[in-house]
């Protein structure tokens, strides 16, 4: 730290050392942020960069509230507190049975026009903010909302599109179980989630999931037939749904 504080204070620092100084802080704050992985739900380890939710960086999800749910289930879990911006539809009850602590979570349901703003002000004091835009952001206000992550340490997870994620997760198939012939109820649901990272780095990820088990828990698809051994007697046609 001393070194990079007296080649700043020098008379005429050549553009060289400049260079050399604006790599090493990008070094720097990039080791800092990467070093902080937040607690991750382990059906979802296998689908993020990392193998872990990253403090200061956000993430795009796609087609499902209860994969927001499992996004947030791992760090609630873990004694981080949460938020949840414009999603009035978002179930508390639901919520606590997966494993999200509702005394560490604050909801917004209702932003209107100022989602971004108190977005921006939450992510001072909550470790993973989950957001439902209810219109575009433009590239200044996104590009300030970055920094604030990062310089804050926070998570996001956008409900939608989003520029400068991390990764993007999509529901891609699901499929609820439990209903025969005009008989029965939904009681679990297997889903295909794909993940690309930023920029399209790497190949796509894929997982099966089960969002969530019979046992109200999230977990990876069984591909040894433990999972089919949980639902036996129960096999019957799935209902497509997304939510």
């Given at each position: 730290m001393?070194?990079?504080?007296?080649?700043?204070?020098?008379?005429?620092?050549?553009?060289?050392?400049?260079?050399?100084?604006?790599?090493r802080i990008r070094q720097m704050q990039?080791?800092?942020?990467?070093?902080?992985?937040?607690?991750?739900?382990?059906?979802?380890?296998?689908?993020?960069?990392?193998?872990?939710?990253?403090?200061?960086?956000?993430?795009?999800?796609?087609?499902?509230?209860t994969l927001v749910m499992a996004m947030l289930a791992g760090p609630s879990g873990a004694g981080a507190w949460c938020g949840v911006v414009g999603m009035p539809d978002f179930g508390a009850e639901a919520a606590g049975r997966f494993g999200i602590d509702l005394e560490r979570l604050v909801l917004v349901p209702h932003p209107g026009e100022h989602w971004l703003t108190?977005?921006?002000?939450?992510?001072?004091?909550?470790?993973?903010?989950?957001?439902?835009?209810?219109?575009?952001?433009?590239?200044?206000?996104?590009?300030r909302l970055t920094a604030?992550?990062?310089q804050r340490e926070s998570t996001l997870i956008v409900v939608g599109d989003w520029p400068q994620v991390e990764a993007t997760l999509t529901v891609a198939h699901s499929g609820w179980d439990g209903l025969g012939a005009g008989v029965g109820a939904l009681s679990s649901r297997r889903v295909t989630v794909e993940s690309a990272a930023r920029g399209g780095s790497g190949s796509p990820r894929r997982a099966e999931l089960w969002l969530p088990d019979l046992r109200e828990t999230f977990r990876a698809a069984d591909t040894d037939g433990a999972g089919r051994a949980q639902h036996a007697g129960r096999e019957r046609p799935a209902l497509e749904a997304v939510g």
């Open positions: 001393f070194t990079t504080v007296a080649a700043l204070a020098s008379p005429a620092p050549d553009r060289a050392q400049v260079h050399e100084l604006q790599s990039a080791t800092k942020l990467e070093s902080r992985g937040l607690e991750t739900h382990p059906a979802l380890a296998s689908l993020l960069p990392g193998g872990s939710l990253k403090a200061g960086a956000a993430y795009s999800v796609r087609g499902s509230t108190v977005t921006a002000a939450i992510v001072d004091v909550l470790s993973v903010v989950v957001v439902v835009p209810s219109t575009a952001a433009r590239d200044a206000d996104v590009a604030r992550l990062r």
